[in-house]
């Protein structure tokens, strides 16, 4: 008989300590990983969780644990996500026990791929070899020194309001070629997601939607807000993301400029800690970063169910 059960309220503190611990050793191995984290509030939304929690549970010993949260992608529509805090396992045949009947749960509520966060190098290998592909890379950065820099003639940075819609979705839809999305192939319901997500940014007032004008006219974007808490993050970290450069506008040095006047606005903002993500075939994405000094910390790995 298989030792993997669903998890009941019983486990939610085994699970805890599994995560604990799992936590404190990628922050020894990286730094930029916060190895804390509140149990209480963990065990809360596990016992809670609509979802359930898969155990291999070894006569009363939990050896590991598989959790997966659905959610609906516009482009690539539904998928399940494990975080950082999402598994353990003290064997690799544990890992395959977990996977064998989650997987057999997620597919019956249409889930079409797995999506699973891991430590940047270390963590990787056991998924690689269970099908799994890197797509994405999670990076972080200290914020310590403003950047010292100075806007050539005519660079003026400003914050986008809903008035800028269209040009937001002209810089998305840069973004999502760099990605590989074939924008020709995406549905009317697709691209209103997508239009309604870039309406919220904008309108959000805890977000910051920067565009960069030469001369007047818009070159590049760049998006912050706050984190909330995350599994490996640690507190006052804001998010980079969806920075886009026009074509016509690239290698001279407007994205590395821009985000150093994002960078130096976070730190006035209190922010300690910046984090962006890319996807991992992006190269002009991995250098600028690296450039800038982050550093790997998870990557995400991603395999279809249907296999």
Known sequence: MSPVRRGVKRDVSAIAQRVADQLFRDSQIEPLVCGEFSRQEFEFALATSASPVWVDDSS???????????????VHGRQTWSGPDGYSYEFESVLDNLCEWAFRTWRENGSNAHLVWALAGNGTQAWIERGYRIVSVRGATALNVPFEFTWPEGHSLRRANPSDLQTALSFDALIDMAQGVQLDA????????????IVELLEDPDSKYYLLDVDGRPVAQCVTFALPPLRGN????????????????RRRGIATMLLHAVLNDAINDGFQFAEVRWHIENEQATSLWSALGFHPTYVQLRRPLND
Do not use: K
């Open 60 to 74: 009363g010993h939990v050896r590991g644990h598989l959790y997966g949260a659905h959610f609906d992608d516009p």
């Open 186 to 197: 995406l549905t009317d319901e697709q691209r209103r997601a997508i239009q309604d997500d």
């Open 234 to 249: 640690f507190d006052h970290t804001v998010y980079v993301g969806s920075l886009a450069v026009d074509p016509s506008f």
